[in-house]
């Protein structure tokens, strides 16, 4: 069974860092690009980061370029999402989500792109 679960998510105050993680399990790990999504309430699905199977490559919206980093263990079977200089706006469920191949990695920006989902998690960011 091809679970993703993932954790971390908080209450952090603006201005402020959390790291998520997301373990997989189920599947070929290492053979599959992955990426963070978030959903604020009221609003659709919103690409965030993704990283290639290797973890070589990585991409970012510029609404979070610089503040955020995406990396995986390939070994741990984890990827993960660092988050710094939080906003009040960052506030969403995020979730995690996997892509096998094949794939033109520069193109996995929305949410049909990925076959695979976690159940999320809540990061709010409030003063």
């Known amino acids: 069974e091809v679970q993703l679960v993932e954790s971390g998510g908080d209450l952090v105050q603006p201005g402020g860092s959390l790291r998520l993680s997301c373990v997989a399990s189920?599947?070929?790990?290492?053979?599959?690009?992955m990426g963070w999504f978030r959903q604020a309430p009221g609003k659709g699905l919103e690409w965030v980061s993704a990283?290639?199977?290797?973890?070589?490559?990585?991409n970012y919206p510029d609404s979070v370029k610089g503040r955020f980093a995406i990396s995986r263990d390939n070994a741990k079977r984890t990827v993960y999402l660092q988050m710094n200089s939080l906003k009040p706006e960052d506030t969403a469920v995020y979730y995690c989500?996997?892509?096998?191949?094949?794939?033109?990695?520069?193109?996995?920006?929305?949410?049909?792109?990925?076959?695979?989902w976690g159940q999320g998690t809540q990061v709010t960011v409030s003063p």
């Open positions: 189920g599947f070929s790990f290492n053979a599959y690009a």
């Open positions: 990283i290639s199977m290797t973890g070589a490559s990585t």
């Open positions: 989500a996997a892509r096998g191949a094949p794939y033109r990695f520069s193109a996995l920006m929305t949410p049909s792109d990925f076959t695979h």
